[in-house]
């Protein structure tokens, strides 16, 4: 009935989830009802939960485009978590998140995973899609904010590399910086008309570990444990950078300090603040949001929100 698949769970949360599982779904959305249909199918089917009562917890939309449900499965003290994402008025897919303390057997095949997608540089949007300007960015910190000692703080850059670096934050403010002035989008649909970042080109970064390949994948670790992935074509912009300044002041703490990701042209999940590990890859990997089926790449003019 509905094509699905597990992912891997985002890195940091493989203690907490068992697995995530994926369905492509494709029909008209025409009532809440019929999410909650759906909803119960899907626990009947795959889950193997005859007797589930699921419960709408609320929606959002995302952009001007989509709109995800959110539904919850109680289960005892703990609940499986379901989100519906719809594009315009079609049910596109559904994410089935299971924590470890569940044990559920499913109905589905072996792991699903991205291997060889490769992208051309998103284009710079001179326009986004589906956006809305407000004053001043919203703070995420979806797994906390974490406490950095400035004074051991390191960068790591490895992989598919000849020569492995690790920096310190002295060690990167030698390297000639540039400032960009560009809009900041949020995959969620809100814009920043103008913000001013001051950082490392993240090209500059990249070269002077001598990648052995050109066409793959930057994987970026953070300091909370947050992950993301990006085409390298797209690290290589001129405008991509490690960011070390916002508005000409050191980065505030909420905002990544002491240094994270500025890629214009993607959305802000592929930004990840308090950047750890730089490393560049062959094979395409989830990270975080990915995982929860946001999109590999990310393109803001291609308005690049979910995984197709």
Avoid at 167 to 176: A, I, K, N, V
Wanted: glycine share 6%; charged share 25%; net charge positive.
């Amino acid at each position: 009935m509905y094509k699905c698949r597990y992912i891997d769970p985002p890195k940091g949360l493989e203690n907490k989830l068992s697995s995530i599982i994926e369905c492509d779904v494709k029909e008209q959305y025409t009532s809440l009802r019929r999410l909650y249909e759906l909803v119960k199918t899907l626990s009947t089917t795959i889950l193997g939960l005859p007797d589930a009562k699921p419960t709408f917890t609320g929606n959002e939309p995302i952009g001007t485009r989509y709109q995800i449900y959110r539904f919850r499965i109680q289960l005892n003290e703990k609940y499986i978590s379901i989100r519906v994402i719809i594009r315009g008025d079609q049910i596109i897919k559904t994410i089935i998140t299971i924590p470890k303390t569940i044990e559920i057997k499913t109905n589905i095949g072996k792991p699903y995973r991205y291997t060889k997608i490769y992208y051309e540089p998103a284009p710079e949007p001179e326009e986004a899609p589906g956006q809305y300007y407000i004053v001043a960015p919203v703070i995420y910190r979806i797994l906390g904010q974490p406490t950095i000692d400035v004074e051991n703080y390191r960068l790591v850059i490895d992989g598919e590399v000849l020569e492995p670096r690790t920096y310190s934050l002295e060690e990167l403010r030698f390297f000639p910086q540039i400032t960009i002035e560009e809009p900041f989008h949020c995959v969620t649909g809100w814009s920043v008309a103008k913000i001013r970042w001051t950082g490392v080109p993240l090209r500059r970064l990249l070269e002077a570990s001598r990648p052995r390949i050109d066409t793959g994948w930057l994987y970026i670790e953070s300091y909370d444990g947050y992950t993301t992935v990006i085409p390298l074509t797209d690290a290589n912009a001129p405008n991509a950078i490690l960011a070390l300044k916002m508005n000409d002041e050191p980065l505030p703490p909420e905002h990544g300090y002491p240094a994270r990701l500025i890629v214009p042209s993607l959305y802000g999940y592929k930004s990840a603040k308090w950047v750890k590990r730089l490393y560049i890859t062959r094979e395409y990997r989830d990270g975080y949001w990915e995982a929860l089926g946001y999109h590999e790449r990310g393109s803001v003019l291609f308005e690049e929100r979910f995984k197709s």
